[in-house]
């Protein structure tokens, strides 16, 4: 099965390159391809001004929706008017890249777009092409108190399941389940009932039993892999698991980080990043702000190792400003460093992870060393 991720202009670009990422860390049949060039554009004339009169009327209209804590749309100051699109357009975009790129009709075209939609879903199959659909990438913040890539990357293999599991919306509407079971099909008219659906990341068997045959075994094992570790990503990112015990942090040959007790979580970093992460794992006792520059030629060297951009000249420069204290580099680095591990394990697991210490005081990781571990795989 093969699915092709698109996006719109105003889709914020890191957050289309975690949800790729996501369904891309579990290996498996589903080929995820994604095209960073393909923007998808609206016209003026494709938008609409929508009104929504109230909340109750803004979490009414919502399906599919995400409620992991209390909604935050009481914040939203109503009667709320925005640009709003229709179906048909949304999925006439997908038809068009679909003929541009000359993508087979059983490979899936979806689209990432912040536009709201006429009927203010979240994500929605072409009834009549099914293999394009479109997913709503805005709203999820007014429902979760974790990153809005999670449930886009859940929605991704909700459409691709119900394609194989339903025969057209109608199907869809008649068949989901209206109250929740913890299934990938429960309706959720109430937010509050997503919090099941996220929690189980499963199929019940009677869904199961809808799509049996209708996909390869592989295929199906493979998104259901993919749910089961969003669901644990999720859970980890809104420190519901903050009382796990701490996971062993596995650096591979290829330098790549990766808590494997928590789901073989990665850690994703720059390698300027990655360098001054290796440094202080190599220096339990700490270094202060002000003596990165006496470590100036270890961090080049790690750097080196794990970093092919750029000439030696242009990579000594990088270090150079890394290491100097008026620059900033170094302690911007150390706080997204931080924000990496926090958002992807919580804020209290990530305590032990990151480099921290005191204005003044030596900066250190606290993680005891025994759990770092150097593979060859």
């Given at each position: 099965?093969?699915?092709?991720?698109?996006?719109?202009?105003?889709?914020?670009?890191?957050?289309?390159?975690?949800?790729?990422?996501?369904?891309?860390?579990?290996?498996?049949?589903?080929?995820?391809?994604?095209?960073?060039?393909?923007?998808?554009?609206?016209?003026?004339?494709?938008?609409?001004?929508?009104?929504?009169?109230?909340?109750?009327?803004?979490?009414?209209?919502?399906?599919?929706?995400?409620?992991?804590?209390?909604?935050?749309?009481?914040?939203?100051?109503?009667?709320?008017e925005r640009p709003t699109i229709k179906w048909e357009n949304l999925f006439k975009k997908c038809e068009q890249y679909r003929k541009i790129k000359n993508i087979a009709n059983n490979e899936f075209v979806l689209l990432l777009t912040d536009k709201p939609n006429k009927q203010n879903w979240f994500a929605a199959l072409d009834e009549n092409m099914p293999y394009n659909g479109f997913i709503h990438t805005d709203d999820w913040d007014y429902f979760i108190n974790c990153s809005p890539a999670f449930p886009i990357?859940?929605?991704?293999?909700s459409l691709m399941l119900q394609k194989h599991m339903f025969d057209g919306l109608y199907d869809v509407r008649i068949n989901v389940h209206q109250h929740p079971i913890g299934c990938i099909n429960d309706m959720c008219i109430q937010k509050k009932d997503i919090i099941l659906k996220l929690r189980t990341g499963d199929v019940c068997v009677d869904c199961i039993n809808k799509i049996e045959g209708k996909i390869s075994m592989p295929d199906l094992h493979h998104a259901l892999n993919i749910m089961?570790?969003?669901?644990?990503?999720?859970?980890?990112?809104?420190?519901?698991?903050?009382?796990?015990?701490?996971?062993?942090?596995?650096?591979?040959?290829?330098?790549?980080?990766?808590?494997?007790?928590?789901?073989?979580?990665?850690?994703?970093?720059?390698?300027?990043?990655?360098?001054?992460?290796?440094?202080?794992?190599?220096?339990?006792d700490g270094i202060f702000n002000s003596s990165l520059s006496e470590h100036r030629q270890e961090l080049y060297e790690i750097y080196c190792s794990i970093s092919t951009m750029g000439d030696l000249i242009e990579m000594k420069e990088r270090i150079d400003d890394m290491v100097n204290v008026l620059s900033g580099s170094g302690v911007q680095k150390i706080s997204r460093i931080k924000r990496v591990f926090e958002e992807s394990?919580?804020?209290?697991?990530?305590?032990?992870?990151?480099?921290?210490?005191?204005?003044?005081?030596?900066?250190k990781i606290e993680l005891d060393r025994s759990l770092v571990v150097f593979s060859n795989e």
């Open positions: 099965m093969k699915v092709h991720l698109i996006k719109s202009t105003e889709v914020d670009t890191t957050l289309f390159s975690k949800v790729v990422d996501f369904l891309m860390s579990i290996p498996g049949t589903i080929d995820f391809g994604y095209d960073k060039d393909a923007v998808i554009d609206f016209d003026e004339d494709e938008l609409y001004v929508k009104r929504i009169e109230d909340g109750e009327e803004f979490e009414r209209e919502i399906h599919s929706e995400c409620a992991m804590v209390e909604p935050k749309y009481s914040k939203i100051k109503f009667p709320l990357a859940y929605e991704v293999i089961s570790s969003l669901r644990e990503r999720m859970l980890f990112a809104q420190n519901l698991k903050r009382f796990s015990p701490l996971s062993k942090l596995i650096i591979n040959k290829k330098n790549r980080i990766f808590l494997a007790d928590y789901g073989n979580i990665e850690i994703k970093l720059r390698p300027l990043e990655k360098a001054l992460y290796f440094l202080f794992l190599k220096h339990p394990i919580g804020e209290d697991l990530a305590q032990q992870y990151f480099i921290k210490g005191e204005h003044a005081q030596k900066k």
